[in-house]
Structure formats: structure tokens, C-alpha cells
């Protein structure tokens, strides 16, 4: 690892300041069961909705678990310390809710779901065809 300088200190000084003044940072944040949102409220006086369904550490969280949420990190971290769960504000806001394979498969999966006139045609087209075809059989 690098050894730290004065150059270096300095230059993460000035990217924290930065950071400080332009990253959305949570001042609070609330489970609401009836609805299974959280809500957080940010330092510009904004709030950010968001469906806990949709966040891959906690979409299997039970409301109790869901209830406890701490801001912590100077506004860019929000716990949950019932399951031992850690978000990043900035990623939420910015709609990034779990890992890079999870959000293309959670993507995917509602993708899937959707129907359209194109959608619709297309199958009728491919069913006329004789539909899919079949797997050969191993030797």
C-alpha cells in the first residue's frame, strides 16, 4: 500500500469536502409497514421512497428487523442492525439496490413479466411455427 503524503492527505481532504457538499446524505429514515417503504429524508430537504422489496439484503427482512434503521457515516450510511445490513445512500438514490448480478437477474425477472401488443404478436407468430422445439434426446 501506498504510503500516505501530505499531497495525498490532502487531496482526500478535498475529495470529502466535495463529497460533503454534493452526495445526497440521510438526516433520518423510517420503515412505513403499511406500505413496505422506507422513507429517507435527505439533507437538501428532499425524500427518497423506496419499496424494501427491491433491495437484495432486504427483501427478506421482516418488519420487525425492517423497523430499527440507524444514519449513520455522517448521513451516507444507513443501518439496519437487526439484520446486519448496511446501504450507501448515494447507490440508493442513484436506484443501485444490490450487487451487480442481482440487479440484472431482479431486471431480467421484471422485464419478463411484461406484456405488450409486440410481445403478444411475436408469440402468436412463434406458436404458428410449431411453437419451441423440442430438445434432442441424449445418446
Request: proline fraction near 5%.
Amino acid at each position: 500500500m501506498a504510503k500516505p503524503t501530505d499531497a495525498r492527505l490532502e487531496a482526500a481532504e478535498a475529495q470529502g469536502r466535495a463529497m460533503l457538499e454534493s452526495e445526497p446524505r440521510a438526516v433520518s429514515a423510517r420503515y412505513d409497514h403499511a406500505s413496505s417503504r422506507v422513507t429517507v429524508e435527505l439533507m437538501n430537504g428532499c425524500a427518497y421512497v423506496f419499496p424494501v422489496k427491491l433491495v437484495q439484503d432486504l427483501a427478506r427482512a421482516t418488519a420487525d428487523e425492517l423497523a430499527v434503521i440507524e444514519v449513520d457515516g455522517m448521513g451516507f450510511n444507513l443501518n439496519w442492525p437487526r439484520v446486519d445490513v448496511d446501504l450507501y445512500v448515494p447507490a440508493l438514490v442513484a436506484g443501485i439496490f444490490g450487487t451487480r448480478d442481482w440487479m440484472t437477474k431482479a431486471l431480467a425477472r421484471e422485464a419478463g413479466r411484461r406484456t405488450s401488443a409486440a410481445k403478444a404478436s411475436a408469440a402468436r407468430a412463434n406458436g404458428a411455427k410449431g411453437g419451441r422445439p423440442r430438445k434432442a434426446a441424449m445418446p
